[in-house]
């Protein structure tokens, strides 16, 4: 018997592309079809122009304040729902009244979604709280880190073309209020080290400076947009990339809280030692693999100078995340992702 699956892949050519919802989408598919189950069909369609023809429809992201879930009768529906962070911060991600009332409707059509999947055991926490969506029918899928084998840019070509100095910290993702970039800036102050930002909206200048969500973008380029010690990339080629963790003395994921915290597992793949937060997903995630400490300046201060001076607890670090990460695979995802497929029709 055929399961007919269509995944939503409008992520794959909007805003979505280069953040963690288009890479869930882009490593999903691939590792679907790369499994190559014989029961599964797996098709893509774009929001745009919903066909109703399969037996299940995926949405590979929930939005929260956009009324973006198309539900027929009869026909069984997942999402992933990677977690509800402007949920846990209202202050710092204001709806509005319009995505206050979308919010609603996105609410009452989840209850009629078949399933949900979501990238942790917090952000399933999460949902069940805040969706009050039935935690017997959610699934906990984790993601894993980049699994192409591009050849990596030599070390030399990297430090010259991004002017990396001997020695930095390192973070890649958004400016967003809960990834806390602020803090781990002042915390590189501390202990007087370079930080190096990835990311394309660390360097974009096409955003509404007076909205509350950019507040922290705003206030990073008032105070450190000309420091030369706060190295900000945009965003960077994979090849690249994992050069530049490779480079990194530690990589740092400051945040207030994650719903799963991916360039963690990026960075240990690559041999970086890693110090996180002790919030959210992040415990969850990093495994005993990494320095944890609390999300305050000094206490990542103390974390980071930690890990500089100890060669031996670094190198413990290193070992022990190239350990952590085998954990994660997206053969691994994708297997239980077609588990879930096959739940829901065959029981």
């Given at each position: ?26 490593y ?57 962070i ?33 990238d ?42 991004y002017?990396?100095?001997?020695r ?27 930080l ?9 200048d ?66 970086c ?34 890990t ?18 085998t ?15 096959k ?5």
């Open positions: 018997m055929s399961i007919n699956i269509a995944i939503d892949c409008s992520p794959l050519s909007s805003g979505h592309r280069i953040r963690g919802v288009g890479m869930y989408t882009k999903l598919i691939a590792a679907i079809k790369q499994v190559n189950d014989p029961e599964i069909v797996l098709s893509s369609f774009d929001t745009q122009i919903p066909n109703w023809q399969y037996q299940i429809t995926h949405y590979p992201y929930f939005d929260l304040f956009f009324h973006t879930l198309r539900i027929k009768p009869k026909q069984k529906t997942i999402v992933t729902i990677h977690d509800v402007p949920l846990l911060f209202p202050k710092a991600y204001p709806p509005g009244i319009r995505g206050k009332v979308k919010f609603i409707l996105q609410k009452q059509t989840l209850q009629k979604v078949t399933h949900v999947i979501t942790s055991k917090t952000s399933k926490a999460d949902i069940v709280k805040y969706l009050d969506y039935p935690q017997e029918k959610i699934s906990v899928i984790y993601l894993a880190p980049a699994n192409d084998r591009s050849t990596k840019t030599p070390k030399d070509e990297v430090i010259e073309k002017h990396l100095p001997p930095f910290i390192l973070y890649v993702g958004d400016i967003n209020y809960n990834k806390n970039v602020l803090g781990l800036i002042s915390a590189c102050k501390l202990i007087n080290i370079p190096v930002i990835v990311g394309k909206q660390a360097v974009s096409d955003y509404d400076a007076t909205h509350t969500e950019n507040q922290p973008l705003v206030e990073l380029i008032r105070r450190y947009g000309k420091d030369t010690d706060i190295i900000r990339l945009g965003f960077i080629e994979e090849a690249n990339l994992k050069t530049i963790y490779q480079l990194a003395a530690v990589y740092c994921q400051p945040s207030f809280y994650e719903g799963f915290g991916l360039p963690v597992l990026e960075a240990m793949s690559h041999g030692p890693v110090v996180a937060a002790n919030t959210g997903s992040l415990p969850e995630i990093c495994g005993g693999a990494a320095i944890m400490c609390k999300p305050t300046s000094t206490s990542i201060a103390e974390a980071l100078h930690k500089l001076q100890d060669e031996n607890l670094r190198q413990n670090l290193i070992a022990s995340g190239l350990v952590q990460v954990n994660f695979s997206w053969e691994k995802t994708a297997t239980q992702t077609i588990n879930v497929y739940s829901l029709i065959l029981g």
